[in-house]
């Protein structure tokens, strides 16, 4: 039986049989003990730093590298960039699906997910300066009382690109897989705020969830942060239970989550529990500077930007992903390579992706089908016919409505490494 | 047996990459072994794993300003001066400034086969 075959039919027995590993029901960690660690880090030819706190469900970076086969349930072929809090990315290739599977859904997590969540008794409370009729509901009462709503929306961590970032920039090194387009049932987040009055001086809507601070310190939130009124009233800004049709996956944020696409994925909050309709700009943590803004006007590199030249990153700018082929392939090139991915713009549409096989020479127009709704990525396709054997770079640059392009550089330099949208390239061998 | 073979393969292929780049790190954490690395092991991963050290860069200023950040908002204690020093010096020599580039070349685990030997093979 393959790895991947015994891991698909009972992962907690491949676990144990494999590498000795046990890991817990209820924490959904592994814990790696004796010969079973030493298994394990033989394997990999290193040791898995904090090996206790892997969680069962994901790969390490370098077996992921590697092409080995999955390991566990739950996710699938994810890079493992931080163990506590867990942040794992997914490799472009195993985002080829136009509607991303929970399994190749990443993973940021700020703090630690809660232990336990019943979504029978799971309850979300609304509250906040400026709400007019505070009220709790549970899962139950948003089903009841609120139309459910089902779309395809796209998430996407604002420090997706950080690893190109020179001087390097604090914070989990993404490479491109921190993206991704599930689909969410919930209700609309407009609808429940209707409900419980939106007080003429809103100007933000915060959220909280259950997780917990990495430190184990119970006074600090480990992430609280939200969206201005008008994107929160957005018919696309969902509160959400479930993701492609089944429970949101622990590390996503089971079983409640909000879901305010094309911004950056933080103001999306997992295990919500609370949301606060504030009369300012919510000052939750990681609102403020440096976190998850960029400085008000372009700097060199290496500025120290003082915090009032910082804004609040809104809607995440135009950037595609090549899902197919994977990078490093080689191919026989007297036949035509099918080159294809998906693109999206934040709060605006994709009106064009090109793609180049000669570093930006030139650059040939894609098939680009629309989303499946706004805030959904947009399937592109094409085909190159590379004209002799060689080393070829696939770049990808995506365009959106507003004619704005994806730069072939990394594009501005910013304190902590944010929106880097430069246009994705994958390596061929023509032979 | 199958797994046991694909386990074997594994280990090889993994073996002879850290072979490659052999630079010995303390098991238990990753970090690179250097004067210092017990004093980072012991103060650093309380909160945060060593991944989060040994996949980030910088030089002395700029780890001083992330220790600065991590007391400031995440509850991080005052280090004694000593300590902080053997800190920074330890995180900016093994885990210094990047090179610069406004466009690295695709990482290697990226690149397909080469026909060619690189710069980085003996003549």
């Known amino acids: 039986m393959r790895l991947r075959e015994l891991y698909a039919s009972d992962p907690g027995a491949a676990d144990q049989r494999l590498w000795g590993r046990r890991s817990s029901a209820l924490t959904r960690r592994g814990f790696l003990r004796g010969s079973g660690r030493a298994a394990l880090s033989a394997a990999l030819g290193m040791s898995i730093p904090f090996a206790r706190f892997m969680p069962a469900g994901l790969v390490p970076a370098a077996f992921a590298a590697s092409n080995a086969p ?11 960039l931080n163990d506590r809090p867990l942040n794992a990315e997914t490799p472009a290739h195993l ?11 990443f993973i940021r997590n700020n703090g630690i997910p809660p232990v336990t969540a019943d979504p029978a008794t799971w309850e979300l409370r609304i509250a906040g ?117 089944e429970d949101i996956p622990p590390q996503n944020g089971f079983p409640l989550r909000l879901v305010c696409a094309g911004w950056p994925g933080s103001v999306s909050g997992k295990w919500l529990n609370r949301l606060v309709v504030r009369d300012r700009v919510h000052d939750g943590e990681k609102m403020l500077p440096p976190s998850y803004t960029v400085p008000e006007r372009p700097v060199a590199p290496g ?45 605006n549409q994709v009106s064009a992706v ?16 629309s989303g499946a709704n706004r805030l959904a990525w947009q399937h592109f396709s094409s085909w190159v016919q590379l004209p002799e054997p060689g080393y070829y770079e696939v770049w990808a640059r995506a365009m959106d409505d507003r004619g704005r392009s994806q730069p072939m550089v990394v594009p501005g330099w910013n304190p902590r490494g944010y929106l880097n949208n430069a246009c994705h390239r994958i390596a061929v061998q023509a032979v | 047996m199958r797994i046991a073979r694909a386990l074997s393969l594994l280990s090889a292929l993994l073996l002879s990459l850290t072979a490659a780049t052999a630079q010995e790190t303390d098991p238990d954490t990753g970090l690179i072994v250097g004067t210092g690395w017990r004093e980072v092991a012991g103060t650093c991963t309380e909160c945060h794993s060593p991944l989060l050290i ?26 004694p001066g000593e300590l902080e020093e053997t800190i920074l010096d330890y995180l900016s020599t093994h885990y210094g400034e990047k090179a610069p580039s406004r466009r690295p070349p695709l990482p290697e685990s990226q690149l397909p086969a080469n026909p060619y030997p690189t710069l980085n093979d003996d003549d």
């Open chain 1, 303 to 347: 500025s120290r930007v003082p915090d009032e030249d910082m804004r609040i990153i809104e809607s995440m700018p135009v950037k595609s992903l090549i899902t197919f082929p994977e990078s490093g392939i080689s191919h026989d090139f007297r036949e035509r390579l099918p080159i294809s991915g998906h693109a999206w713009a934040g709060d």
């Open chain 1, 129 to 245: 300066e400026s709400c007019l009729r505070p009220t709790t509901f549970t899962i139950a009462d948003l089903r009841a009382r609120f139309e459910e709503i089902t779309l395809q929306l796209q998430l996407e961590c604002g420090g997706n690109g950080r690893s190109e970032f020179v001087p390097a920039a604090s914070g989990n090194q993404w490479s491109t897989g921190a993206v991704g387009c599930p689909s969410f049932t919930g209700v609309r987040l407009r609808d429940v705020l209707n409900y419980c009055g939106v007080a003429a001086d809103a100007v933000y809507l915060g959220y909280y969830g259950a997780d917990t601070h990495t430190s184990g310190a119970p006074e600090l939130d480990p992430i609280s942060r939200g969206v201005p009124i008008a994107k929160a009233m957005e018919r696309e800004s969902l509160i959400a239970w479930a993701m492609n049709g």
């Open chain 1, 95 to 105: 985002l080829a699906d136009a509607v991303t599977p929970n399994r190749y859904m």
């Open chain 2, 54 to 79: 040994t996949q980030n860069a910088g030089n002395k200023a700029v780890w001083r300003s992330r220790i600065r950040w991590m007391q400031e908002t995440q509850g991080l204690q005052i280090l």
């Open chain 1, 354 to 369: 090109f793609l180049s096989t000669d570093f930006g020479t030139t650059w040939v127009p894609t098939a680009l089908q």
């Open chain 1, 70 to 80: 999955d390991v566990i349930p739950g996710k699938e072929g994810l890079v493992i």
